[in-house]
């Protein structure tokens, strides 16, 4: 069975068994066929050692010539081998006692490796395996495409390496392949070219070519976005099932009547957004809905008009930011364009107590139509006459729960989330596959991109007596650093260092330091300080990269650039370029940076796109690093690669919501997705318990 234990399987035991659990969370059969190679190498093209070249890596069929131990000071096994064309020595430096009595003269061998040279050609500890009297070459090891394994050194020391990984891997699809039961719809599998689940396991370990290794992958990967799509869509269709809302209509005199009094013109992708939440509000079930937007965008005038969508038809509005600088930015931008057409307050932990009260009484009575304000929101004694429209500023700083508690401060409230932080379109479908998605990319046009510059170390003091030119004109500076104290393993300066330095170069200027271990109120104290251009220079990790808007800061130094993922540095320079003045970002790097490291910072310099940007960080350091996405635990799908199964999310999600659309009695299942599973039998087999973890 494949949920028997490892133990079982030839070559394990349980002391071997309790080693995989531990390392590698290895626990049953399927946990291994499911343990995903690392990387593959091509050992399937056999060349005459004649012709072998330095450097190359190459597998040959040899003859045992000769076998010696050799060496002085470090001993090693020197085995020559020949095929007629020219002898290779091929050499390994431990084990050697071992390896000595099992090679014979005479035997004959696959050998695949890399060619070095010292003082004749040689292979050192190449991967071998003999071949047997028929001469038929029937190895796991060599002469195939030959999968890579991620292993600890304590599974190495355990004879877990890639070699023996591929020896139990080999009598564990030998034993129990026939077991591997296909769950797929068989029409699924045809549309989308998919092969079958037991073809797919054997061709990930044992693959004939490097395509059948990735369609292997792809149907891997196609479970396992399937099972999570199936799941998004059986939460928005629960969610629309269970809730109905009293009365959906809403009423536009008030928008027109704001929007015709804003100062600018919305872009098209704005009116847009905002004609998309208003259809969604006047649905018939909740809205849930992520509004996405790069940095400048303008999702707060968004938001002010979803709010007096809400007030228009009786209903409150709650907005949530996830600090209290930011909370009040948001305040006293609503409070500027709305004042006239809905009551706003502000409630935070600072709130003192004599004006909390007024306000939680105005809140339960609904003479407040907006209520702006941080974590103090989801307390128990906030409550809401009608609270009708939930709006979550950067959603990735809340928790799941923390934002279930303040829905269930309504009935049956809309729910707009909102991010600044531009997400791939591959990682929006997996990650808010229960969502529906509004995307602003287009900037207002009175908005002045940011002038973008990337230099070395040695250019430092022209960025120092650039930093004093422009604070000496009344302007402001922030200068990132990615570390706070000084680490003895990564030659990088911290953000405590570099303010000390700072205050020596400038002792003029005032200099302040922010960073993520302050508390709280003493970074808000320091970023309202910032803001009231009591601060020339700021000295900060990323903490700042969302949230505040200072115009008057319009230089942007961040030092150790290549430490910063892409999306992150970009999001670090949305903070200036936020008034009317011409803004700067710096992006510095150490002289000796790889040529790979400063093509990456160089998109920077080409676009200031947030959409393009994200792709590209997608494409470098994969799902798990982007910013936001770590706490959801999408970083570590087995087999989906979300920079390039886009084709592959959106079939997933199109069958996932087909089928749970049309399941007429899907409000019998709870939300225990092993009830699910149990109403559509095709999902139990779908690596159920590696999903389901994911999934919580």
Same mark, same amino acid.
């Given at each position: 069975?494949?949920?028997?234990?490892?133990?079982?399987?030839?070559?394990?035991?349980?002391?071997?068994?309790?080693?995989?659990?531990?390392?590698?969370?290895?626990?049953?059969?399927?946990?291994?066929?499911?343990?995903?190679?690392?990387?593959?190498?091509?050992?399937?093209?056999?060349?005459?050692?004649?012709?072998?070249?330095?450097?190359?890596?190459?597998?040959?069929?040899?003859?045992?010539?000769?076998?010696?131990?050799? /060496?002085?000071?470090?001993?090693?096994?020197?085995?020559?081998?020949?095929?007629?064309?020219?002898?290779?020595?091929?050499?390994?430096?431990?084990?050697?006692?071992?390896?000595?009595?099992?090679?014979?003269?005479?035997?004959?061998?696959?050998?695949?490796?890399?060619?070095?040279?010292?003082?004749?050609?040689?292979?050192?500890?190449?991967?071998?395996?003999?071949?047997?009297?028929? +001469?038929?070459?029937? #190895?796991?090891?060599?002469?195939?495409?030959?999968?890579?394994?991620?292993?600890?050194?304590?599974?190495?020391?355990? /004879?877990?390496?890639?070699?023996?990984?591929?020896?139990?891997?080999?009598?564990?699809?030998?034993?129990?392949?026939?077991?591997?039961?296909?769950?797929?719809?068989?029409?699924?599998?045809?549309?989308?070219?998919?092969?079958?689940?037991?073809?797919?396991?054997? +061709?990930?370990?044992?693959?004939?070519?490097?395509?059948?290794?990735?369609?292997?992958?792809?149907?891997?990967?196609?479970?396992? %976005?399937?099972?999570?799509?199936?799941?998004?869509?059986?939460?928005?269709?629960?969610?629309?099932?269970?809730?109905?809302?009293?009365?959906?209509?809403?009423?536009?005199?008030?928008?027109?009547?704001? %929007?015709?009094?804003?100062?600018?013109?919305?872009?098209?992708?704005?009116?847009?957004?905002?004609?998309?939440?208003?259809? #969604?509000?006047?649905?018939?079930?909740?809205?849930?809905?992520?509004?996405?937007?790069?940095?400048?965008?303008?999702?707060?005038?968004?938001?002010?008009?979803?709010?007096?969508?809400?007030?228009?038809?009786?209903?409150?509005?709650?907005?949530?930011?996830?600090?209290?600088?930011?909370?009040?930015?948001?305040?006293?931008?609503?409070?500027?364009?709305?004042?006239?057409?809905?009551?706003?307050?502000?409630?935070?932990? #600072?709130?003192?107590?004599?004006?909390?009260?007024?306000?939680?009484?105005?809140?339960?009575?609904?003479?407040?139509?907006?209520?702006?304000?941080?974590?103090?929101?989801?307390?128990?004694?906030?409550?809401?006459?009608?609270?009708?429209?939930?709006?979550?500023? &950067?959603?990735?700083?809340?928790?799941?729960?923390?934002?279930?508690?303040?829905?269930?401060?309504?009935?049956?409230?809309?729910?707009?989330?909102?991010?600044?932080?531009?997400?791939?379109?591959?990682?929006?479908?997996?990650?808010?596959?229960?969502?529906?998605?509004?995307?602003?990319?287009?900037?207002?046009?009175?908005?002045?991109?940011?002038?973008?510059?990337?230099?070395?170390?040695?250019?430092?003091?022209?960025?120092?007596?650039?930093?004093?030119?422009?604070?000496?004109?009344?302007?402001?500076?922030?200068?990132?650093?990615?570390?706070?104290?000084?680490?003895?393993?990564?030659?990088?300066?911290?953000?405590?260092?570099?303010?000390?330095?700072?205050?020596?170069?400038?002792?003029?200027?005032?200099?302040?330091?922010?960073?993520?271990?302050?508390?709280?109120?003493?970074?808000?104290?320091?970023?309202?300080?910032?803001?009231? /251009?009591?601060?020339?220079?700021?000295? #900060?990790?990323?903490?700042?990269?969302?949230?505040?808007?200072?115009?008057?800061?319009?230089?942007?130094?961040?030092?150790?650039?290549?430490?910063?993922?892409?999306?992150?540095?970009?999001?670090?320079?949305?903070?200036? /370029?936020?008034?009317?003045?011409?803004?700067?970002?710096?992006?510095?790097?150490?002289?000796?940076?790889?040529?790979?490291?400063? &093509?990456?910072?160089?998109? %920077? &310099?080409?676009?200031?796109?947030?959409?393009?940007?994200?792709?590209?960080?997608?494409?470098?350091?994969?799902?798990?690093?982007?910013?936001?996405?770590?706490?959801?635990?999408?970083?570590?799908?087995?087999?989906?690669?979300?920079?390039?199964?886009?084709?592959?999310?959106?079939?997933?999600?199109?069958?996932?919501?087909?089928?749970?659309?049309?399941?007429?009695?899907?409000?019998?299942?709870?939300?225990?997705?092993?009830?699910?599973?149990?109403?559509?039998?095709?999902?139990?087999?779908?690596?159920?318990?590696?999903?389901?973890?994911?999934?919580?």
């Amino acid at each position: 069975m494949l949920d028997s234990s490892v133990q079982y399987i030839k070559g394990i035991g349980p002391k071997k068994a309790e080693l995989l659990r531990a390392e590698a969370g290895i626990e049953t059969v399927e946990d291994l066929l499911y343990y995903i190679p690392r990387r593959y190498l091509d050992r399937s093209s056999l060349k005459p050692i004649g012709s072998l070249g330095v450097g190359e890596i190459a597998t040959i069929v040899a003859t045992v010539e000769n076998i010696s131990i050799a /060496g002085s000071r470090r001993k090693f096994l020197d085995v020559i081998v020949g095929d007629g064309s020219g002898i290779l020595h091929v050499v390994f430096f431990g084990g050697i006692h071992f390896l000595h009595k099992m090679f014979s003269p005479g035997d004959t061998l696959l050998f695949s490796g890399r060619v070095d040279f010292f003082k004749t050609r040689q292979m050192v500890h190449p991967e071998f395996d003999f071949i047997d009297s028929d +001469s038929r070459i029937a #190895s796991i090891h060599a002469g195939r495409i030959v999968p890579l394994y991620p292993s600890s050194e304590k599974l190495r020391a355990a /004879g877990f390496d890639s070699r023996g990984f591929r020896r139990v891997m080999r009598t564990a699809i030998d034993s129990f392949a026939n077991e591997i039961t296909e769950m797929l719809p068989s029409e699924m599998m045809r549309d989308y070219g998919l092969p079958s689940l037991r073809e797919a396991i054997i +061709s990930l370990h044992f693959p004939e070519t490097f395509d059948d290794a990735e369609r292997a992958r792809r149907r891997l990967a196609f479970n396992e %976005l399937f099972f999570m799509q199936c799941y998004l869509a059986f939460a928005r269709k629960k969610l629309r099932e269970k809730t109905q809302k009293r009365d959906n209509s809403v009423k536009t005199e008030v928008l027109k009547k704001f %929007l015709a009094r804003l100062p600018f013109e919305l872009t098209n992708d704005q009116k847009k957004a905002i004609e998309e939440i208003k259809n #969604s509000m006047n649905e018939p079930f909740p809205m849930n809905r992520m509004l996405q937007g790069d940095v400048g965008a303008g999702k707060t005038v968004v938001a002010m008009a979803a709010s007096l969508l809400a007030v228009s038809r009786g209903e409150q509005a709650a907005v949530m930011a996830p600090t209290e600088i930011l909370a009040a930015q948001h305040y006293a931008t609503f409070a500027r364009f709305i004042a006239d057409d809905a009551r706003v307050e502000l409630l935070t932990g #600072s709130t003192k107590k004599s004006r909390r009260e007024e306000i939680l009484k105005g809140c339960m009575k609904g003479e407040i139509d907006i209520l702006v304000g941080t974590h103090a929101l989801i307390q128990r004694d906030v409550a809401f006459s009608n609270l009708g429209l939930i709006i979550i500023d &950067e959603q990735h700083r809340f928790g799941v729960r923390q934002r279930a508690l303040l829905r269930e401060k309504g009935n049956s409230p809309d729910l707009l989330v909102m991010t600044a932080t531009p997400i791939p379109r591959s990682l929006s479908l997996t990650l808010y596959g229960d969502l529906d998605l509004t995307i602003i990319r287009e900037k207002p046009s009175s908005r002045i991109p940011v002038k973008t510059y990337l230099f070395p170390e040695s250019k430092k003091q022209g960025v120092y007596n650039s930093i004093r030119k422009y604070v000496l004109q009344k302007h402001q500076v922030y200068y990132v650093l990615p570390l706070i104290d000084e680490s003895e393993k990564l030659d990088l300066k911290s953000a405590t260092e570099a303010y000390e330095e700072l205050k020596q170069i400038f002792p003029e200027f005032s200099i302040a330091l922010l960073h993520g271990k302050m508390p709280q109120d003493r970074k808000d104290a320091i970023m309202s300080d910032f803001k009231d /251009g009591a601060i020339d220079i700021l000295v #900060s990790t990323s903490v700042i990269e969302v949230g505040v808007d200072v115009p008057n800061a319009t230089v942007m130094v961040v030092q150790h650039a290549e430490r910063f993922g892409l999306s992150q540095l970009h999001q670090l320079r949305g903070r200036v /370029g936020r008034g009317s003045e011409q803004s700067f970002c710096v992006y510095m790097h150490p002289d000796d940076i790889s040529s790979e490291a400063l &093509e990456r910072l160089k998109i %920077l &310099e080409k676009t200031s796109d947030g959409f393009v940007i994200a792709e590209e960080d997608l494409k470098i350091r994969g799902a798990g690093e982007l910013i936001g996405t770590r706490q959801h635990g999408y970083g570590n799908l087995e087999f989906s690669d979300l920079s390039k199964d886009i084709d592959l999310i959106i079939k997933a999600r199109k069958e996932a919501r087909e089928i749970i659309e049309s399941a007429d009695d899907i409000h019998t299942v709870g939300f225990d997705f092993r009830q699910l599973a149990g109403r559509f039998p095709f999902l139990a087999g779908i690596r159920s318990k590696r999903i389901l973890a994911i999934l919580s």
